[in-house]
């Protein structure tokens, strides 16, 4: 009797148990190989079935490994805007991480609304994930209340906040490294394009920088000192504030490397450059900082790390652990933007 065509064209998928029998082994051991934590099998029992799976194209039903452990095996991710390239590159952290752990993602926007942060978190929880990662927490924002009224895990990324379980950088010493910098270039006359200081990043880099400026004898005028949102048209306006509040200023801090395009584009509305007229350090090292026409030096915020991290420790909290906040430290990558005095 010979094949059905139908059947050679197209072939059963894999299962536990034909890659069970197929190697001579209880499915059983199938599985805890193939789990993101594969207890009580040799490695290299490990690696053969895993090989043989990939070899088969087998696909792990998702579905039933959700009813098994009662867990929709979905993590959710607040974000600002996910156009934001840091947002971005964050988004890919964290998924990566998830991915690898065998969980989707599920991300929404809330554009900085507290009615939208408010509906997207609903939303997310009506989608009943795991967990959340927050990358939109500010001061004044209640959603993390909210979490901790629905007894949800979550994690914040990036933005953090006194009490709560994070995964962010030094930004305090990122601010810290950009002022000394500077400084040690020669530059008396600074000024701040602060970011949004509702957000820990944007105050706590500002507070490096200007502790870091006080402790050397350097006075920044409150006034030279400007928060705005982290785009770039907010960083034109906040960077035109701060060039007319001291019209002799040879260095700006720009807290983020948005906001630094927008100071780019303030001094040169006043034919000024960078960095002959003045000296221009950003913060976040994404990939357009060293591709601009004039590099930019900027502190790296390991943004993907973070991403990674968050969701590892989400993960770790889902499955009942105790993770810690971990704060990564940020380095300063020097371009040609910043110039002695």
């Not at 194209?57 to 098994?68: D, I, K, Q, T, V």
């Not at 005028?221 to 960077?239: I, L, M, T, Y």
């Not at 989400?314 to 020097?334: K, N, T």
């Amino acid at each position: 009797m010979g094949t059905d065509p139908a059947q050679s064209r197209h072939p059963r998928p894999a299962t536990l148990t034909s890659l069970a029998t197929e190697l001579g082994v209880h499915v059983s051991t199938v599985s805890r190989a193939l789990s993101t934590t594969p207890k009580g099998v040799s490695p290299a029992t490990v690696e053969a079935i895993r090989q043989l799976a990939h070899d088969r194209g087998y696909r792990s039903n998702l579905n039933a490994r959700a009813l098994r452990t009662g867990r929709s095996l979905v993590v959710g991710m607040l974000v600002p805007r996910l156009s934001d390239e840091v947002l971005a590159t964050l988004y890919e952290g964290v998924d990566d991480a998830a991915i690898e752990a065998g969980y989707a993602t599920l991300v929404a926007n809330t554009l900085n609304r507290s009615d939208l942060r408010q509906q997207r978190l609903d939303l997310l929880l009506d989608r009943q994930v795991d967990g959340v990662v927050v990358a939109d927490s500010l001061r004044d924002s209640n959603v993390v209340d909210e979490l901790d009224a629905t007894g949800i895990p979550y994690v914040l990324a990036l933005r953090c906040l006194p009490g709560r379980l994070s995964v962010g950088i030094d930004d305090l010493l990122g601010g810290r490294l950009a002022a000394q910098h500077l400084l040690a270039l020669g530059h008396t006359r600074v000024g701040v394009v602060a970011g949004d200081t509702r957000a820990s990043t944007g105050a706590e880099r500002t507070q490096g920088f200007l502790d870091a400026c006080e402790e050397a004898g350097v006075e920044v005028r409150a006034s030279a000192v400007v928060p705005c949102p982290f785009d770039v048209r907010s960083g034109a306006a906040a960077g035109a504030r701060v060039l007319d509040a001291d019209p002799g200023i040879t260095a700006i801090f720009a807290a983020s490397d948005n906001v630094a395009v927008g100071v780019l584009g303030a001094l040169r509305d006043r034919g000024r450059s960078v960095p002959d007229d003045v000296a221009l350090v950003g913060y976040n090292n994404l990939d357009l900082a060293a591709a601009l026409p004039v590099p930019l030096t900027s502190v790296d915020s390991r943004v993907a790390e973070v991403g990674r991290g968050a969701a590892r420790v989400l993960l770790e909290l889902i499955d009942g652990g105790s993770p810690a906040s971990r704060r990564l430290e940020p380095r300063l990558v020097v371009r040609a933007s910043s110039h002695p005095a």
